[in-house]
């Protein structure tokens, strides 16, 4: 294991090297753990650099209070503008494969947790639960396994992959429920503007991708977690009528040309668990030509409840904290925010 040395934009940036399977796997594992999910708002939570933090007073950049972003964990966001409610990644069940352990066990069978969905999300018919759509930024469990099951209750639009298309006809969402997008895309989502941003997936230490594979066609109903392949990657933009503007990653790692000319006033960024992809934050806040706000995602355990305080290992959080401290002094104008669960952010 090593420490990440201090670097200029332009020399190559280390990240840290985890021992054993989680790393290998390109996904995070954890440790501690407490507070209950709330679906009411708390205010202050998010922090700079340290995740649970308290946010430092008078350096958020001014919202406009238009939209509220929740973090779900992983990289998964419930966004709730006036009129609209839009998920990312949503994944709540966290159901154990023995990542943290360092035992990962592909073969572990998938399961929704309804009530845990219930509670974070609202239940189905609530006035709270409502969801009109779903982003799905790849088709890997721990983006795209209660999906399904959410679309089906919510009745809602799941944007995803011709992948995300097949896998969700196959687990029983309604074709009309289904919007395949592939990068370029840019369309009205309620009262948002949702713009399709091609991207990709990280990789393993070796450069290998976990569980790679599309699906072109209807396969038999996945049920254990390797069934769900990667699927290609994308992210989304949303927009908002006053111009402002999120780029929500999910795959801890980006295509810098095709975010090259977006106008993005936050970005949130996986963290990833391996140092393979060159440059991380260096070619990021590049093409983005410096955004005021990065939120550091997919850096919790997601195997663990969906309770405050987020739960990851030293590693863990020595990762987060030199990606923060590398942003910091590459973008010195750009706010590095380390989210609690369910913490309402002012994003758009
Ligand atoms: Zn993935
Ligand atoms: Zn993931």
Redo the contacts with the bound molecule.
């Keep these: 294991m090593t420490t990440p040395a201090p670097s200029k934009r332009g020399l190559s940036r280390r990240t840290l090297m985890t021992g054993a399977g989680t790393a290998a796997l390109g996904?995070l594992g954890g440790v501690t753990g407490a507070r209950a999910f709330g679906a009411a708002p708390r205010t202050g939570a998010a922090g700079s650099g340290t995740p649970g933090a308290a946010t430092p007073a008078g350096t958020s950049p001014a919202p406009t209070g238009f939209a509220s972003f929740a973090w779900l964990g992983?990289?998964g966001w419930r966004v709730r503008t006036p009129t609209t409610t839009v998920l990312v990644d949503p994944y709540v069940t966290r159901f154990d494969t023995g990542l943290a352990a360092g035992a990962f066990t592909p073969t572990t069978r998938l399961r929704v947790d309804t009530a845990a969905l219930d509670d974070a999300l609202g239940a189905p018919r609530s006035a709270d639960g409502v969801v009109d759509a779903i982003l799905v930024t790849h088709t890997?469990w721990?983006?795209f396994a209660d999906v399904p099951h959410l679309a089906r209750t919510r009745g809602a639009t799941v944007f995803s992959t011709l992948t995300g298309y097949h896998l969700a006809l196959a687990m029983g969402v309604p074709q009309k429920q289904l919007a395949v997008v592939r990068g370029g895309e840019e369309m009205h989502l309620g009262d948002l503007v949702l713009r399709v941003v091609p991207s990709l997936h990280s990789r393993t230490a070796t450069g290998a991708l976990l569980f790679p594979g599309v699906r072109t066609q209807v396969p038999a109903r996945p049920r254990t977690v390797a069934d769900l392949p990667e699927g290609d990657t994308l992210s989304f933009l949303l927009r908002s009528p006053q111009g402002r503007s999120v780029l929500l990653l999910g795959g801890s790692d980006y295509d810098d040309q095709a975010l090259r000319g977006l106008r993005v006033d936050t970005v949130a960024l996986p963290v990833p668990s391996t140092e393979v992809t060159a440059d991380y934050a260096g070619r990021l806040l590049t093409a983005l030509d410096d955004p005021a706000q990065v939120v550091l995602v997919?850096w919790d355990d997601f195997e663990s409840p969906l309770t405050n305080p987020p739960r990851a290992d030293d590693a863990t959080r020595a990762r987060v904290t030199a990606l923060t401290e590398q942003i910091e002094r590459l973008s010195p104008r750009t706010r590095v925010v380390v989210p609690e669960y369910g913490t309402p952010l002012d994003l758009l």
Excluded: G, I
Aim: proline share 0%.
């Design positions: 996904v992983t990289s890997h721990d983006h997919h």
